[in-house]
């Protein structure tokens, strides 16, 4: 069963040990956007799935996220997120693996789910039965020697 949340509020995602980051609603609006983004659009054509993966999610957490906790400079000073520090932040690979794991699989498991619906109870689809038929085997006879 799919339940909607209504409220539409913001939630907090942990990354990783003392790091977490507050993001939007993963909505078909942001969705969309994201694939409009101009770095993803600028992707190459020839671009590896990785390199696609990294572009898109990149775009998305500068659209998603709205705050952080634990995540600071070099010095140690905790920084408030730009578009550069979301970035730098997804450079570190366990933090991009747990944005994909927390984030981003939660619509794609939502498509996989309606990718793998059942036959259509009364459309094009209903009462499809199968045409091939099982071969037979030749009879076989016993040989005499």
């Known amino acids: 069963m799919l339940t909607l ?10 990354l990783a040990p003392g790091v977490r980051v507050q993001l939007r ?3 078909t ?4 956007a994201t694939r409009s983004d101009p770095a993803v659009e600028a992707v190459p054509e020839e671009a590896s799935d990785e390199e696609r993966a990294v572009a898109f999610a990149k775009a998305l957490a500068r659209r998603a996220v709205l705050a952080w906790e634990g995540i600071g400079d ?3 000073k905790p920084i408030d997120p730009s578009p550069e520090a979301i970035d730098a932040l997804l450079d570190v690979w ?3 693996e747990a944005f994909q794991l927390t984030y981003v699989s939660k619509g794609l498991l939502l498509e996989q789910e309606k990718n793998a619906s ?3 109870p009364n459309g094009p689809s209903a009462g499809a039965s199968a045409t091939a038929k099982p071969a037979r085997e030749p009879a076989r006879t016993a040989r005499r020697g």
């Open 5 to 14: 949340d209504l409220t539409n509020a913001p939630r907090w995602h942990d």
């Open 25 to 27: 609603p993963l909505t």
């Open 74 to 76: 070099a010095d140690g």
């Open 94 to 96: 366990p933090i991009f």
């Open 118 to 120: 059942a036959l259509s």
């Open 29 to 32: 609006a942001l969705m969309v």
